[in-house]
């Protein structure tokens, strides 16, 4: 044990890594900081509980590939969660609400107990969460969902109106009176 022990530590003398922090507050707590990460705990706060600092935990991930899978793993489960209670809210759910009431019965041998009986069961429904589903669809279909939609014109536009000042004061007269007719309203342009 003594001899594997002295091969571990010349292996890691010989790629240049000392014992440090890692090896004392990080590396025996890789299974909890795997728990950590299940839990939600941001990486700012892993390295606070870990009692190093914010910048020595990245460069750790970057080290050691035990931390980064710890941390990865963790993550993966929470993400999953995270994922299945937003489709769940966006589509809406049922589920059952249980009333329950103390009840004291006699047993021959305890005497009287106390135990919890079911008094009466209703199905409650959640009705989809249209913020939720938003959501949803502008992460999962970006290009279908996204708030600012780009829209290719192909082709030219035809400008057939004519600039007023190209137009004599007769030429507008009579273009006023054409729109106030197209539009019902019937009083000719004032000369």
């Avoid at 090896?23 to 950590?36: D, F, G, M, Q, R």
């Avoid at 009333?99 to 009705?127: A, N, W, Y």
């Avoid at 502008?138 to 030219?156: C, I, Y």
Wanted: no cysteine; glycine share 6%.
């Amino acid at each position: 044990m003594m001899l594997l022990f002295l091969f571990y530590l010349e292996v890691n003398i010989m790629a240049g890594e000392e014992k440090g922090k890692y090896y004392s507050h990080v590396e025996p707590k890789l299974l909890l900081i795997e728990a950590w990460a299940r839990d939600g705990v941001i990486d700012e706060e892993i390295a606070k509980n870990l009692g190093i600092a914010y910048s020595t935990l990245r460069d750790y991930i970057k080290k050691h590939s035990a931390l980064s899978a710890a941390l990865k793993r963790g993550k993966e489960v929470v993400d999953v969660e995270v994922e299945n209670a937003l489709l769940k809210r966006a589509l809406g759910y049922q589920y059952d609400e249980v009333t329950k009431e103390l009840k004291t019965v006699i047993d021959e041998e305890k005497g009287p107990i106390d135990i919890l009986v079911e008094t009466k069961r209703v199905t409650k429904e959640v009705q989809p969460d249209t913020t939720a589903q938003i959501f949803w669809l502008k992460n999962r279909r970006p290009q279908a969902w996204r708030d600012k939609q780009e829209v290719g014109l192909s082709g030219g536009l035809n400008n057939t109106t004519q600039d007023l000042s190209d137009m004599t004061p007769d030429e507008r007269r009579a273009r006023i009176d054409e729109l106030n007719r197209r539009r019902g309203i019937g009083a000719p342009a004032a000369t």
